[in-house]
């Protein structure tokens, strides 16, 4: 009977191991998108720490664009948020590893932002002010 036991916990163990993958496309679909037109960023990807060509638009509002990125440098993490002013023509970034418990949040000039996984429960956001703009992203304006 204890063999059992420790099969059947090693399994929940390998299971939840196998859960906890660090590869960030596997928990975000914007990641693994075709670079579309609308996908083009026009500030200094060198000067914010961002790989130019992962750059995908995940929406604009209010004046802002949103994107994912991957780092240009892998110590920065796997995975990052970019907040777009277009008036001001200026950019953050902010990078992190995903799939993290607690999301990716990026605040400029009033603006939040947070950069969520796929199957993020963003329930308890919507019900503060938040919108999801897109699958991976929620703002707050």
Known sequence: MRTLAKLTAG???LLALAGCSNDP??????????????????GDADALGIAADSVRLLGEEN???????APDNPENGNV???????????ASAGCHNIPS?????????????????????AGKEL????????????VRL
């Open 101 to 121: 418990v607690t999301p990716l949040e990026l605040a400029v000039s009033g603006v939040r932002a947070k950069l969520v996984v796929d199957d993020y429960d």
């Open 25 to 42: 496309k596997s928990a975000m679909s914007a990641l693994e998108a075709p670079p579309g037109t609308a996908d083009t960023f026009g």
């Open 63 to 69: 004046g802002y664009a949103f994107y994912i990125a």
């Open 127 to 138: 019900s503060e002010g938040w919108r999801q703009l897109h699958q991976n992203l929620l």
């Open 80 to 90: 990052c948020l970019v907040i777009e002013t277009l008036e001001a023509d200026t």
């Open 11 to 13: 399994v929940v163990v």
